[in-house]
């Protein structure tokens, strides 16, 4: 037996053309085969063979041979047998039967359908059973397949199940559906059956992943179902969306990780087309920060709404010659006629960029450059504060001066009452476009606000996957932090239909939804990667989750309205609100002492100046600038006397 199994492996990793040989060869066998045993159980053990039965069994074998190479029985891969391929087989040996009572009839004068019938049903055992056999002898060794379950038995997953069915990773063990009427029926042999019913699975059969074909589901339906999931430990993956699958994009069998849009259950609303539209068809815009997260997702969405010429500004090289790339090819390949310009520089140089505004007549800004990372610009005031509030000052007089018609602010959650210098940074940059709109209406300065964006460089969900993969922990600074998130194309869209209400000095805020908790979001990706939280209820879990403590200037919670004075506008999920401001002459002079405080390398006066300003800034920790601590230890080695950060105001 041990010695046959190394012959049939040998067989089957041999070359396609010996595979080939092998099958006509095993055929000729079981044909003749086929023939002499029929023959002997309808005349016998001693039948007398005469030249009829000589010619009947050699045209048999002959013809039957070349029915089955023309139905293109040796092209088929054993191991990726279906039902068309088993259909084919079917026809084959009725054809052969056929022949064989035909060259009976023919050479011998008369027929015997028992014999007839007998050649048939043993050509049915022999030519396809052993075929099938070979099969499951195939998917037997395959030692790396997965059983999975599939969530939806509707036309995406009979396809999803029928694909996996080709391929050597997954097997389709049960279909699951919230349809009752389908519970307890099969679909190509596959049981459908309730989630209620999927322990017993994953006991019986080691399920190890549950696919979700429900392309069509809205992130809120998804979001449910992963909930119902979360008890089980499986690992969850998901095909794409219906557009991109029918579009050709993708294919259905190409599988993902759950998308953190789906745990968030939050469903975009779709786009007010007029108001996209307002400030960019036919237009020259500038986007600068082009090559960051916000600022790339703005530029792709803008060469789509037909702008005249897209201006791309960016200070990193590297990035700018990235959405550079991208966005050339997405204008050839969808036939746009855009220009499309490539500038690199600082928003902290103020001539280069009116000279730019001014160059190609610039007509829309949306300034999206800033440094944004909370613990950085805290260990880094000096230079967080110039470009955050000096690169918008400039940009915006820049504006002024080329003529530009609108200038959007990106702005941030961050800047409502502030505990950190980023957060008050850029609140002081909405003072100050507040002020200029009062001191000159020529340009239409409009601010947009609204909280973390999923997918961008910082964003804690990447950070938790990558950290679940490598076997935890997963890090969270705090249990009961909370934030609001939305997708980056979201949160792109809605910044250009609110940049498009703008009147002059509006502030804009984005409904970002429920806020989540980080702690419950790392423990439901876990859950959902078919991984278990360990804690000191559950030692032996997979995946710990280790709290950090809160980092530099971080909050528990971010808020989006400093005061309660807000508005509705004409798109739901965007709201205007009445917030405090300063008088240009004010605005201009504490510019003025910025600017000298951060040529002085003065911290503490630019944290006395940002308190001083209604920026609602309240800082909860000591100065924690890199070169401010260096500072302040050289003052106690000379003997002078440093004061601590809370002790100042």
């Given at each position: 037996?041990?010695?046959?199994f190394?012959?049939l492996?040998?067989?089957?990793?041999?070359?396609?053309?010996?595979?080939?040989?092998?099958?006509?060869?095993?055929?000729?066998?079981?044909?003749?085969l086929c023939?002499?045993?029929?023959?002997w159980?309808?005349?016998?053990?001693?039948?007398?063979?005469?030249?009829?039965?000589?010619?009947?069994h050699?045209?048999?074998?002959?013809?039957?041979?070349?029915?089955?190479?023309?139905?293109?029985?040796?092209?088929?891969?054993?191991?990726?047998?279906?039902l068309?391929?088993i259909?084919?087989?079917f026809?084959?040996i009725?054809?052969?039967?056929?022949?064989?009572?035909?060259f009976?009839?023919i050479?011998?004068?008369?027929?015997?359908?028992?014999?007839?019938?007998?050649?048939?049903?043993?050509?049915?055992?022999?030519?396809g059973?052993?075929?099938?056999?070979i099969k499951?002898?195939?998917?037997?060794?395959?030692?790396?397949?997965?059983?999975?379950?599939?969530?939806?038995?509707?036309?995406?997953?009979?396809?999803?199940?029928?694909?996996?069915?080709?391929?050597?990773?997954?097997?389709?063990?049960?279909?699951?559906d919230?349809?009752?009427?389908?519970?307890?029926?099969?679909?190509?042999?596959?049981?459908?059956?309730?989630?209620?019913d999927?322990?017993k699975?994953?006991?019986?059969?080691?399920?190890s992943?549950?696919?979700?074909?429900?392309?069509?589901?809205?992130?809120?339906?998804?979001?449910d179902?992963?909930?119902?999931?979360?008890?089980?430990p499986?690992?969850?993956?998901?095909?794409?969306?219906?557009?991109?699958?029918v579009s050709g994009?993708?294919?259905?069998?190409?599988l993902?990780?759950?998308?953190?849009?789906?745990?968030?259950?939050?469903?975009?609303?779709?786009p007010?087309?007029?108001?996209?539209?307002?400030?960019?068809?036919?237009?020259v815009?500038?986007?600068t920060g082009?090559?960051?997260?916000?600022?790339?997702?703005?530029?792709?969405q803008?060469?789509?709404?037909?702008?005249?010429?897209?201006?791309?500004?960016?200070?990193?090289e590297?990035g700018?010659?990235?959405?550079e790339?991208?966005?050339s090819?997405?204008?050839?390949?969808?036939?746009?006629?855009?220009?499309?310009?490539?500038?690199?520089?600082?928003?902290?140089?103020?001539?280069?960029?009116?000279r730019?505004?001014?160059r190609?007549?610039?007509?829309?800004?949306?300034?999206?450059?800033?440094?944004?990372?909370?613990?950085?610009?805290?260990?880094?005031?000096?230079?967080g504060?110039?470009?955050?509030?000096?690169?918008?000052?400039?940009a915006?007089?820049?504006?002024?001066?080329a003529?530009?018609?609108?200038?959007?602010?990106i702005?941030?959650?961050?800047?409502?009452?502030?505990t950190?210098?980023?957060?008050?940074?850029?609140?002081?940059?909405?003072l100050?476009?507040?002020?200029?709109?009062?001191?000159?209406?020529?340009?239409?300065?409009?601010?947009v606000?609204?909280?973390?964006v999923?997918?961008?460089?910082g964003?804690?969900?990447?950070?938790?996957?990558?950290?679940?993969?490598?076997?935890?922990?997963i890090?969270?600074?705090?249990?009961?932090?909370?934030?609001?998130?939305?997708?980056?194309?979201?949160?792109a869209?809605?910044?250009?239909?609110?940049?498009?209400m703008?009147?002059?000095?509006?502030?804009?805020?984005l409904?970002?939804?429920e806020?989540?908790k980080?702690?419950?979001l790392a423990?439901?990706?876990?859950?959902?990667?078919?991984?278990?939280?360990?804690?000191?209820?559950?030692?032996?879990?997979?995946i710990?989750?280790q709290?950090?403590?809160?980092?530099?200037?971080?909050?528990?919670f971010?808020?989006?309205?400093?005061?309660?004075?807000?508005?509705g506008?004409?798109?739901?999920?965007?709201?205007?609100?009445?917030?405090?401001?300063?008088?240009?002459?004010?605005?201009?002079?504490?510019?003025?002492?910025?600017?000298?405080?951060?040529?002085?390398?003065?911290?503490?006066?630019?944290?006395?100046?940002?308190?001083?300003?209604?920026?609602?800034?309240d800082?909860?920790h000591?100065?924690?600038?890199?070169?401010?601590?260096?500072?302040?230890k050289?003052?106690?080695?000379?003997?002078?006397?440093?004061?601590?950060?809370?002790?100042?105001?």
């Amino acid at each position: 037996m041990k010695m046959l199994f190394e012959l049939l492996n040998g067989a089957l990793n041999s070359s396609r053309n010996m595979k080939r040989l092998l099958a006509v060869s095993f055929d000729f066998v079981a044909i003749s085969l086929c023939i002499l045993i029929s023959s002997w159980i309808a005349y016998g053990p001693d039948p007398i063979w005469t030249k009829g039965d000589v010619y009947v069994h050699f045209f048999t074998l002959v013809t039957s041979v070349i029915v089955f190479i023309k139905s293109g029985f040796y092209r088929a891969i054993l191991r990726y047998i279906g039902l068309s391929t088993i259909s084919a087989l079917f026809v084959g040996i009725v054809i052969s039967t056929v022949l064989y009572a035909s060259f009976s009839y023919i050479f011998r004068s008369n027929l015997d359908l028992t014999q007839v019938v007998l050649y048939w049903s043993f050509m049915i055992v022999f030519v396809g059973g052993s075929r099938l056999l070979i099969k499951s002898y195939i998917e037997q060794q395959n030692k790396e397949i997965s059983s999975v379950a599939i969530y939806g038995a509707g036309a995406a997953g009979r396809q999803l199940a029928s694909a996996l069915k080709q391929g050597d990773n997954y097997r389709a063990i049960i279909f699951i559906d919230d349809n009752k009427n389908l519970h307890k029926s099969e679909i190509d042999g596959i049981k459908v059956v309730g989630v209620d019913d999927l322990q017993k699975y994953i006991r019986s059969h080691a399920l190890s992943y549950i696919f979700l074909a429900l392309p069509s589901a809205s992130h809120a339906r998804r979001n449910d179902i992963l909930k119902s999931l979360e008890p089980y430990p499986v690992k969850v993956k998901t095909i794409a969306g219906l557009e991109d699958i029918v579009s050709g994009k993708v294919k259905i069998e190409e599988l993902k990780d759950v998308e953190i849009e789906d745990l968030l259950g939050r469903d975009s609303v779709s786009p007010n087309e007029q108001l996209l539209k307002s400030c960019i068809e036919d237009k020259v815009v500038m986007v600068t920060g082009a090559g960051g997260s916000i600022g790339s997702e703005l530029c792709r969405q803008i060469i789509f709404l037909k702008p005249k010429t897209l201006l791309l500004y960016e200070i990193s090289e590297f990035g700018l010659y990235a959405i550079e790339k991208e966005l050339s090819t997405t204008i050839k390949e969808n036939n746009l006629n855009v220009k499309l310009y490539a500038l690199l520089g600082s928003v902290q140089h103020k001539s280069r960029l009116q000279r730019c505004m001014e160059r190609f007549k610039a007509q829309t800004v949306y300034h999206a450059a800033a440094y944004k990372h909370v613990p950085i610009v805290e260990h880094n005031v000096i230079e967080g504060v110039r470009n955050n509030v000096f690169g918008t000052y400039h940009a915006a007089e820049a504006a002024l001066a080329a003529g530009v018609e609108k200038f959007v602010l990106i702005s941030t959650d961050k800047a409502v009452r502030p505990t950190n210098v980023m957060g008050a940074s850029k609140r002081f940059a909405e003072l100050v476009l507040q002020a200029l709109t009062l001191k000159d209406s020529r340009t239409i300065f409009t601010m947009v606000r609204f909280g973390n964006v999923l997918g961008s460089s910082g964003s804690v969900v990447p950070l938790f996957r990558e950290q679940i993969r490598k076997g935890g922990p997963i890090t969270v600074t705090h249990p009961d932090i909370i934030r609001y998130f939305m997708t980056i194309p979201e949160a792109a869209q809605l910044v250009i239909q609110a940049g498009a209400m703008g009147k002059g000095g509006d502030v804009f805020v984005l409904d970002m939804g429920e806020p989540v908790k980080i702690a419950a979001l790392a423990e439901r990706m876990v859950h959902l990667m078919g991984r278990t939280i360990r804690s000191s209820t559950h030692p032996t879990g997979d995946i710990e989750i280790q709290y950090s403590g809160l980092r530099p200037g971080e909050k528990l919670f971010e808020e989006l309205l400093i005061g309660e004075n807000v508005e509705g506008t004409e798109h739901s999920r965007i709201m205007r609100a009445q917030e405090e401001f300063m008088e240009w002459e004010k605005t201009k002079n504490s510019l003025l002492r910025l600017s000298d405080l951060c040529d002085q390398m003065d911290c503490e006066g630019i944290i006395r100046l940002l308190l001083e300003i209604p920026t609602g800034y309240d800082p909860q920790h000591e100065m924690c600038d890199l070169l401010w601590e260096g500072h302040a230890k050289q003052g106690q080695s000379e003997g002078s006397k440093v004061v601590p950060f809370k002790t100042l105001f």
